[in-house]
């Protein structure tokens, strides 16, 4: 049994995501989506968690917030499901919890932005 730092957790998950969007690197993913995911972190810091979330549901965005759902579950939230969301999470957590998945929320969408930036060939 090996041990992984929740870093790896988050990592692994996140480059399963990509690599799934990319068909496993066969192509690159789409302008919008790059953009969606660069700028995610950002606007979680920025905005809040919750509001985050509605502005990625609000533009369509749900299979972005479906990979840091994914992500976020492989490194231990296993409470987010289909029946409760990460949207209604970010809405409803007491303010401890809201703070740590939040953070816990920027650390997997960086992950998944610098599997974006790798997969679309493209150095920050």
Known sequence: MSVHTRSQRLAQAAYAQIARHTKNGTRKPDKEFVTTVKKFPALIHTCGLAQAVAFALAKQDKEYIGYLEAVLKAAGYTAITEQKT?????????????????????????WLKRYVEAAAGEEE
């Open 86 to 110: 990460l949207c209604e999470h970010a809405r409803e957590s007491p303010l401890t919890d809201y703070l740590r998945l939040s953070r816990d929320a920027i650390d997997a969408a960086s």
